[in-house]
């Protein structure tokens, strides 16, 4: 089952991700495992990692997967739970390994590394909880880099979107479910 958190900046999904695995590796007695995309590239992002460490506390195994991701999935059992927190920074991560490349170039590499990931999605037989960012919701970015990391985001949290089997949309610490969405002829 893969279930799909999407929310901006703040909006408590990784608070409702980590609590949906716990809840489900709960009631399933299968162990939670964090699957982490961040690096610690400043001081900073170092805080944000330790804090988020802190939340979880000691019943989380961590894996670390800032770049090869969609290698990692394949190698997942279905002893555990897994939350994948997040993609954004997983494609940030793919943006700054080919930095120096055109525009052109990066796009092509971005995609390339979304399909894997999507081909590895498709073959998982685990219980895992994705975590993203929804940034497309703001202004267009002036910055031409930018620009094109805001569209691949929206095109890679589409692709998995549509693979997913559950879709829940954080807002001010609120889910919505957007998917499965409620049967039409049900409602009144």
């Not at 739970?81 to 990066?106: G, K, P």
Request: aromatic share 6%.
């Amino acid at each position: 089952m893969i279930h799909f958190v999407l929310g901006g900046a703040r909006s408590g999904k990784s608070r409702f991700a980590e609590q949906q695995v716990l809840d489900l590796a709960i009631n399933i007695n299968k162990k939670p495992v964090y699957l982490a995309t961040a690096t610690a590239i400043d001081a900073e992002m170092d805080n944000r990692i330790i804090k988020h460490q802190s939340d979880r506390g000691d019943s989380w195994q961590l894996i670390e997967c800032p770049v090869a991701l969609a290698e990692k999935l394949i190698e997942l059992d279905n002893n555990n739970v897994y939350l994948l927190d997040c993609l954004t920074l997983w494609l940030n991560n793919q943006l700054y390994a080919v930095h120096e490349a055109s525009n052109a170039e990066r796009g092509q590499h971005l995609q390339i590394e979304i399909d894997k990931l999507i081909v590895s999605l498709l073959s998982l037989n685990v219980d895992i909880i994705i975590v993203s960012n929804e940034i497309g919701l703001g202004v267009v970015p002036m910055g031409e880099s930018t620009r094109l990391y805001v569209d691949y985001c929206g095109w890679l949290n589409q692709k998995v979107a549509e693979v997913a089997d559950k879709v829940t949309l954080v807002t001010a610490g609120i889910p919505l479910l957007l998917k499965p969405m409620a049967n039409k002829d049900n409602a009144e």
